[in-house]
């Protein structure tokens, strides 16, 4: 009962305390703004490009990111956006500070000033990588990369390397072009698009599906791959890549250049952080390193990737 007098006095004597002349203060009580803990904006953020779950995409890269936040004393972030085209967008809003993302985005967000410092070495496929070309094995409509004219072709993301940019570039060797499919789709919702494309293949809703080679290890647990057929694997093009934003501080992006290629397989402690995300090791890289990818993207007649 005191305590109830107590408030009801306070307001009373606040109530009080406002002149007749004072002008009125309005509140709504129904807009909300998002307050950051103290540090939270100083540390940097690190994006992983929706190519898989959320999920899938923290777990990969948890271990990484512990261990540069260890060796750099730099604090990181991690977020998730969750299509292709946000990732870019974020990036170029300054949103994002370090990318891990494929060749075709990073091409991309370089031309309004992000710069590639580091690439992967994958398990398969070394420093390059390729797109794989799916089918279901009891198709019997499809035996050859010819058969595919006509039909419904689901795809990762207009902006995926491996799971839409790499096959359709083996798709124009064969002289098959966009506009030879009877339909061509693209996974939907906030990542795990790979996964999808595998998934909606094994169901029999589309005929052809595009992954990135090593998709089907993803899924392995979760489907029978003894249904479904790898049709056709694109030539390799570079692999993927790690860039720092416009304006990005080079002497903290250095710093985390160098945790990165310190990592060595042939130490345990390191192979428990590159093994879980994909890689065997991680070498310096160039922008001109991407020049077949941009090359690639002339003979596809494409412009600006995800935007």
């Known amino acids: 009962m005191f305590l109830v007098r107590a408030v009801v006095f306070l307001f009373l004597a606040a109530l009080s305390g ?3 002349n004072e002008p009125v203060v309005t509140v709504d ?7 950051s803990p103290p540090g939270h904006d100083k540390a940097v953020t690190y994006a992983y490009l929706p190519q898989y779950s959320h999920s899938v995409s923290f777990e990969r890269h948890r271990r990484l990111l512990e261990y540069l936040r260890h060796k750099t004393g ?8 969750d299509t292709f085209a946000e990732h ?8 994002i500070d370090i990318s891990f993302t494929n060749p075709f985005v990073y091409t991309t967000m370089a031309r309004f000033g992000s710069e590639a410092f580091a690439r992967i070495v994958e398990p398969e496929g070394g420093a390059d990588f390729s797109g794989q070309i799916i089918v279901r094995v009891d198709n019997p409509a499809i035996r050859s990369i010819e058969d595919c004219r006509g039909k419904r072709l689901i795809a990762v993301d207009p902006a995926s390397a491996g799971g ?30 790979q996964e999808s494309v595998v998934l909606a293949v094994y169901a029999g809703a589309y005929d052809v599906g595009t992954i990135r080679k090593g998709t089907l290890s993803v899924v392995r647990d979760k489907i029978d791959l003894d249904q479904i057929r790898v049709l056709a694997e694109s030539r390799p093009y570079p692999g993927w890549v790690y860039s720092a934003r416009r304006g990005f501080d080079p ?3 250095d710093k985390i250049a160098k945790a990165l290629f310190d990592l060595d397989m042939r130490r345990a402690e390191d192979a428990a952080i590159l093994k879980p995300a994909g890689m065997v090791g991680i070498i310096s890289a160039r922008d001109e390193d991407y020049q077949s990818v941009r ?13």
Request: proline share 4%; net charge neutral; hydrophobic share 40%.
């Open 29 to 35: 009580m129904f807009r909300v703004e998002t307050v």
């Open 251 to 253: 002497s903290v992006k």
């Open 88 to 95: 870019i967008r974020m990036v170029e809003r300054g949103e």
């Open 18 to 20: 406002c002149g007749e």
């Open 74 to 81: 730099v604090p990181f972030r991690q977020v998730f956006p």
């Open 295 to 307: 090359d690639l993207e002339k003979a596809l007649g494409l412009g600006e990737i995800g935007r």
């Open 164 to 193: 839409y940019l790499y096959p359709l570039g083996h798709f124009y060797e064969h002289g098959i072009r966009r506009e030879d499919f009877r339909e061509i789709a693209f996974a939907s919702g906030a990542g795990g698009k």
